[in-house]
Each structure stands twice: as C-alpha cells, then as structure tokens.
C-alpha cells in the first residue's frame, strides 16, 4: 500500500510518502508562507504531497493540522476571515474577564476539557458572537478540516479535533451545550475511519487520480501519541517544537484538581495533557536577541555545563498555557548580575522551558497513571545538551523518538490501519534511552525551587 500524510503546522507545511510494500519513505517540509491566505496554504500543502510522491500513485491520504486553529467561511466555504491559530488570540482581553467568574470556569473546564483561554477557537468565536460578527450562515472548521475540504469537497470533523478547539463534550462525541448556542454551523463529527474521495479538481494539483481514499483531519498532537506507540497509556510523550505538550492515554475522564491539565479525544482514546506556549520559539527570540546571525546553535551550546549557576527565565513570551492558564502572562529574566553573559541567559532560556514542563509533570502525575517512560521528540532532539538537560530535570528515563516527523507518521499509521494494515509490524523502530544523572538532578531540582519562586511572585 502506498500512502500519502499531508500536514500544514503552526510554521511549516510538510509531506511524507511511504510504500508499505518496500519500506521507502521520503519526507518534506516547508515553512509557511507568512503573506498567505488559507486557499493558499492548502495549495502549497498540495503542491509539497506531488512533489513528495514523485508520480508514484498513492492509495490513501491522510489530513492533519494544529489543534487550535479556526477558519471562518461563508455558506458555500468560503473563507471569510484570516486563519486563526494559537498564536494570534484576539479573545484573550475577553478570557480575562472570563476567568473571574469561577463557576464559568469549572462549568466550562469540565464540559469541554479545556481551560478558559484565547487559544482555544471556542473563545475567538465567543468573541466574535458578541461584536456581532458571527451569525448562521458562517460555517467554522479547523485549517485540517478545510484543507480535507480542498482535496475532497466533503465537510467534516473528527471528535479528536474538536476536543483541541474547546467544543467537543467530555461525555459524549457531540458539540458541548456552550458551543451548541453560538450562532454558527460547526462541520459534522465523522469516525475516524470514514473516508472520502479525492475530488478531480485537487487530483489535478496533486498529481493522483481522482477517487483517492481520503481520511477526516486529525490534529497533530494526537497524531504524535499515535506515531510514537503511546496509545497503551503507559507511555508519557513529549514533544519540543514551537510549542510543547506532553500526553497521556488515559482509559476514561480524569479532570485537575488545579485545572491545571487538560482533556482532549485521541482517534482511539481520552488524551490527558498539558502545553506550554514557550518552547523553540524562546530559544530562537533569544538566539536573535543576543547572536550574531553567523553563530549557530552548535557554537552557543557547546561551552555550556549543567553544573553551571544560571539566571531564571520564565519562558511566557507567547502568554502561559499550563499549568496557570493565564494567557497574559508576560516573560522575564530574573537573578541576573553584572557578571550574567549571554551564553549563561541562552542557558537560562533552556532550563525555563524545561521547568515550565516539569510544572506541568508534576500535575499530570496526580492522575495516578502509570507511567514507564517518557519518549521525546521534536526540535530538542537536535540538541545534545538541551535533551540531555530535559532526562535530568526530570529524573525520569526518557527515550528519543526517531521518526524525523512524529505526527506525519501517526498519520501514516492511521491510513495504513484503515486498510487492515499495521505499519508497525513492518517498520522498525529504534530508540536511544536517556538515563538521568541523580545528582544533577538534585541540582536541578534547587533551580526548579527557585523557578517556583519567580513563577508565584509574578503571578
């Protein structure tokens, strides 16, 4: 079998072809495009899946995309508005409000799974209902599910999808009450399973025939779990890119205490997890800040020492997702001197994203899940230090994900199971375990101490 995974991501696009039969795989990727609109971005996708499959047919295809994102189109799917993700929260003034009413927050936070938030689509569309901007003729979907528009001409959502925009119940795979009163059409739920067909217009971008098997859009969060073979429950993933989440297969509902994690739907099962908003894209602010454009990551890093006495860095340049769900929070430096370099802040800038992730660690292991190792991947891995500084902060065994594209190959693997097959009886999988360094461990533990500091005193 011969199958096709097309993917548009917060910054990039990417496509990955694959021949069950032979074991031949090739990927790309490309950034996007900052000054295109949404039809242009589907076709860029588009234009990489010909170019990935190199004329060679395809017999399924696979749709994936961010969880937050949000497209706004008229009744014959149009697009209407500019595309909104995660990264451009116009209802945050609006969540701010919002989070003062409690019982709004709980009542949301346990119908959806979500927290009150801007990243979260449910509130742009809040907002927009009331400017009065939103009415009965709009019809929102996520960018995936419009890009499954594209190629097919069929409209729909899986559950899995709509669990990330906050508007999937936490009870049963329908639109929650909240969701159910905005002014506006929300594309079908459809199992994840349910196919449709390549239309003969995208064929012709594409370079396949018409007819093609078409999966429903997945997120590619929940694509990660299933790329990684996290699906048994007992294996945390965490990935390090833009942003960084880490996930949990749980077998039924569980809800923070804190609300400090959230509750999302996998194509198989319920999803704990918790994001953080700060991740590579600290690193490289700071590495553009402070480097010259000819200094590469490689030349920064290599004088640093875990032993090394570093400044404290809250890494919320894009506002804070778990576990304090404060959207407005603002990054900052702190424990500096006039002795502090650069080296030392870039340093710091690591080490806050990692404790920002152990923050949200140590609320997911009150679940009380079981959980053998933690298997990472994304951008971190392309830093020995980085990855290395992560396994110790922890003090948890931690395996390195060696697909180059995690949620490219769940994608994969979903296209394939919907045929019958099991890509991972075919494809072997190697992974390098990370073991913890108990003493620097307990070193990090005294910078998490003082993280926790900062963290509550700047709330």
Known sequence: MKLLALEISTSSHKAQYYDTLTGYSRVLSARNDAQADIDELCQQVLLLGRKVADNNSVDRITTAGTWHSLVVCDAHHNPVMPLSDWTDIPSRSLCEVLRKDDSFVDSYYLQSGAMVNAIYPFFTLLKLQKEGALSSHHRVSSLASYLHYRLTGAWKET???????????????????????????????????????????????????????????????????????????????LSMGTSAAMRLSIPEPWFSPTRSTWLYRSPTSYLLGAA???????????????FANDVSYAMIEQPLKHETEIPIFLPFIAGERCPGWIDTRQSSFHDLSASTSASEMYQAVLSGVVANLYQCFEQMLKSSQEIKTIRLSGGVLQSPFWKHMCCNYFGFPMEEDTQAQASLFGALVLGARSAGEDLFKTHAVKRNTLQPDLELHARYQEHYKRYLYWYSKTK
């Not at 639109?175 to 064929?203: M, N, R």
């Not at 700060?278 to 602010?285: A, H, I, L, M, Y």
């Open 159 to 237: 559950s899995s999808m709509l669990s990330g925009m906050g508007l999937l119940s936490t009870e049963k795979e329908e639109i929650h009450q909240l969701a159910k009163a905005l002014p506006c059409t929300i594309a079908p739920i459809v199992a994840p399973d349910c196919v449709s067909l390549l239309s003969a217009e995208a064929s012709r971008l594409l370079g396949q025939q018409a007819g093609v098997a078409v999966l429903p859009p997945f997120p590619d969060g929940a694509l990660n779990q299933v790329g990684s073979q996290a699906e048994d429950g007992q294996v945390m993933t």
């Open 276 to 290: 953080t908003s700060g991740c590579t894209n600290c690193v490289d602010w700071y590495k553009n800040l402070a």
